[in-house]
């Protein structure tokens, strides 16, 4: 996935202010997404 260096410095610094890497703040942006939609996130 392509991410603009200048979104992609921001989104680093999300992750490391919540103490995950980049890849696990997506999977659990992703699975808030699903829960808002009504779908239970599965594994």
């Known amino acids: 996935m ?3 260096p200048a979104l992609r410095e921001q989104l680093d610094a999300e992750a490391a202010a919540q103490g995950v ?4 703040w997506f999977k659990n942006l992703a699975r808030e997404a699903l829960r808002q939609k ?6």
């Open 2 to 4: 392509r991410i603009d």
């Open 21 to 24: 890497s980049l890849a696990n």
């Open 38 to 43: 009504g779908i239970e996130p599965k594994g």
